[in-house]
Structures are given as structure tokens and as C-alpha cells.
T-cell receptor, first 114, second 115 residues
């Protein structure tokens, strides 16, 4: 069984300040982990993925995430927020016998204040 | 390379009607998954098709059905619509054989409103 918990439903930051979106996971297997972003009335876009290679994963638009097995965490960070980063972010875990066993977190809505 | 295309983007139906949504995956992708997204329940998995066969199904009533054609295009159908079926329906495709990493490519969704 696997699960994913996004610890904050809403995060508000000022433009130019760091972003931290927190995600904890649980998986009986060595998981693959993803972060997706969804802008209003749009589909989901892959930001980055971890698949048991380097624990620090760099994604698009300056985002990165670090896989910490001891803490079962996969937090998403960005050094400096931009107004265009305002969106909903989903942490996703994939594990088990195939990539089809995907579990989505409940999402974190990121607000960026000018 | 064209992305995942979903049609229609928006539609309004009344209770008791049925609806069919269409999804064209990225060229070469043979796996198509459907998700329902609502403010209350978040993203919920409906079903997945691969090579015209349903190989995974979420916990939805039988009113929700789908199929996949030989060209990998997929449709989902909801019969006897209820108010609670109002949602954004997202389709995602993936390329099999890439190490099973689970990367999905999503369409922009079909927003269904049931009155």
C-alpha cells in the first residue's frame, strides 16, 4: 500500500522569496515520486520526478526536490518565487508492481504576493 | 509533437442525461488513464486502458465506463448523470517501456457541469 500526504493545503509567499511545499509519502516498495503543477483550468504538468537515481532532483522552472528516505519526504523547493508560480501543486507516488499504482496527494495551492 | 487532446473542453448537461468525453493521446502512447477532479475529493483515478483493454479501474459506479480504440484514442461515458458528477475530467497518456516510471502527460480536461 502507498500513500502521500501534502502537509499544507495553502502556502502564501512574496515574490522573490523561497518556496517550500512539503510532501511525505508511504510506500511498501521503492517508490517513484513526482511533482505536478496545475494552473487554473489546465491539465497537470510534470515538474520533476525521482526514480532512484540522484536524491536531489532538478525540474523545470527552477524547482527542485530532495528525496529523503529516512524522513520519507520529497519536499519541493524554489529559491525565488515568481508570480507565474501561483498554481496548485501535487505530489504523486508510484510504486508496487507497475507505474499504474499512482497515488496523488491532495494538493497545495501556492499563492505568490507581489 | 501534439499533446494530449481532450474534447469537448466544456459542457453542460442535465441530470439523467449521459455524456461522452474523448481523449487523443500523444502519438505513440498506448496507455490512457482517466481522472475525475473535484474540489471536495481532489484527483480520483477512474480507469486506465492499454491496447484497447482496461487494465486498472478505480472505485466508481458502473455508470462510469470507458473504452479505447485501436488508434489509442479513448472515450469515457457517464450515464444517468447526477449533480455530483460535475467535475473536471482529465485524461493522461503515457509511453510504456520507459522503465515504468509512471510519467503521465495530461490533457487540459473536460469540464462537465450537471444541472
Amino acid at each position: 500500500a502507498q500513500s502521500v500526504t501534502q502537509l499544507d493545503s495553502h502556502v502564501s509567499v512574496s515574490e522573490g522569496t523561497p518556496v517550500l511545499l512539503r510532501c511525505n509519502y508511504s510506500s511498501s516498495y521503492s517508490p517513484s515520486l513526482f511533482w505536478y503543477v496545475q494552473h487554473p483550468n489546465k491539465g497537470l504538468q510534470l515538474l520533476l520526478k525521482y526514480t532512484s537515481a540522484a536524491t536531489l532532483v532538478k525540474g523545470i522552472n527552477g524547482f527542485e526536490a530532495e528525496f529523503k528516505k529516512s524522513e520519507t519526504s520529497f519536499h519541493l523547493t524554489k529559491p525565488s518565487a515568481h508570480m507565474s508560480d501561483a498554481a496548485e501543486y501535487f505530489c504523486v507516488v508510484s510504486g508496487g508492481t507497475g507505474r499504474r499504482a499512482l497515488t496523488f496527494g491532495s494538493g497545495t495551492r501556492l499563492q505568490v504576493q507581489p | 509533437k501534439a499533446g494530449v487532446t481532450q474534447t469537448p473542453r466544456y459542457l453542460i448537461k442535465t441530470r439523467g442525461q449521459q455524456v461522452t468525453l474523448s481523449c487523443s493521446p500523444i502519438s505513440g502512447h498506448r496507455s490512457v488513464s482517466w481522472y475525475q477532479q473535484t474540489p471536495g475529493q481532489g484527483l480520483q483515478f477512474l480507469f486506465e486502458y492499454f491496447s484497447e483493454t482496461q487494465r486498472n479501474k478505480g472505485n466508481f459506479p458502473g455508470r462510469f465506463s470507458g473504452r479505447q480504440f485501436s488508434n489509442s484514442r479513448s472515450e469515457m461515458n457517464v450515464s444517468t448523470l447526477e449533480l455530483g458528477d460535475s467535475a473536471l475530467y482529465l485524461c493522461a497518456s503515457s509511453l510504456e517501456g520507459r522503465g515504468g516510471t509512471g510519467e503521465l502527460f495530461f490533457g487540459e480536461g473536460s469540464r462537465l457541469t450537471v444541472l
